[in-house]
């Protein structure tokens, strides 16, 4: 059996589940958990989002069937905001990896991310590092300290970012990042509520080539809850269980 976790899950006929998981040993992929969705079934409660599992499928195509799961630790307790950004991290692995393509410390990177967001109150550090932690991983990380010229990167200059590319210098414009704040970012230092910004619209950047045209889901249901809440005067608060929410559909 191997680590994994659930990334989505799908009513399959009518007693089943079709569920997409992320391993440790072959990364992501989708199974088949037959009769997971009767009353009785002793997978019906563990196959949720931010379970740690261990799993046993077999098949050799690309959907596989489920053999035996069980719950490897209790389920991270993700709540409010940090749920919906759980679904946030669940998404980009499954817009951004391919099926079958097994990363070395991505899954850590994704546990240790859920980890972090059942203990800090703020969220924006831990999504920011995975975003560029993924982006390493799948080879699209970029150089903080040269820009595309192979100089120096300079606190006192500007530049603007390149994607697959990097860095390229600039005159200050309002779309120009300082160099001040990418060499701090390249040390992470996200304490600054300013920085964090920076940092955030840097990665929409480095990522759109790879996400593609297509909304995330989990953002545009993120800020139908902020609507939804602040029209009610009520803070954003997000169902305590894992279930996928609905409008969801990756």
Known sequence: MQPAYVLHRWPYQDSSLLVELFTLQHGRFRVIAKGAKRPKSRWRSILQPFTPLLVETRGKHELQTLVDAEASAPAFALQGVNLYSGFYLNELLQRLTSIYQPLDGVFDDYQQALQLLTQMAQIEPVLRRFEWQLLCHLGHGFDWFYDTQQQPVVANSHYLFVPEAGFSAVSATRHSYAG??????????????RLLNVFKRLMREALAPYLGPAPLRSRELFIQLQVASSTANQPVVAPLSTETPKGYTS
Do not use: W
């Open 180 to 193: 001040s704040d990418l060499l701090k970012l390249a040390a992470f230092e996200l304490n600054d509520s």
